[in-house]
Nanobody, 115 residues
Framework: QVHLVESGGGLVQPGGSLRLSCTAS????????MAWYRQAPGKERELVAR???????NYGDSVKDRFSISRDGAKKSVYLQMNSLKPEDTAVYYC?????????WGQGTQVTVSS
């Protein structure tokens, strides 16, 4: 079992920045991958960014060059730095972990981009 706790969401103006944090209940290096997904009202959940155990990353097309995923093993945490935010980035952001062929999700944190 992996417990994930997100933080850092909120309201930000277009063009602004936010950093989301996700803390896991076990060493993140024991996880095959950690990722951020998001889901906007009326839309399917989509991948935002993923970091694998070996450090390789990949991003959704809509956030490339604006968002960055990173990790801190000592803090058992993964971060999502979001820059140049747009209204269409508004969604609930979920932390995800893939461990022993199982998917684990955090409770989600709301990000709202609006003037």
């Amino acid at each position: 079992q992996v417990h994930l706790v997100e933080s850092g969401g909120g309201l930000v103006q277009p063009g602004g920045s936010l950093r989301l944090s996700c803390t896991a209940s076990l060493s993140i290096f024991s996880l095959y991958a950690m990722a951020w997904y998001r889901q906007a009202p009326g839309k399917e959940r989509e991948l935002v960014a993923r970091i694998k155990f070996d450090g390789n990353t990949n991003y959704g097309d809509s956030v490339k060059d604006r968002f960055s995923i990173s990790r801190d093993g000592a803090k058992k945490s993964v971060y999502l730095q979001m820059n140049s935010l747009k209204p269409e980035d508004t969604a609930v952001y979920y932390c995800h972990a893939y461990y022993l062929d199982n998917n684990f999700w955090g409770q989600g944190t709301q990000v709202t981009v609006s003037s």
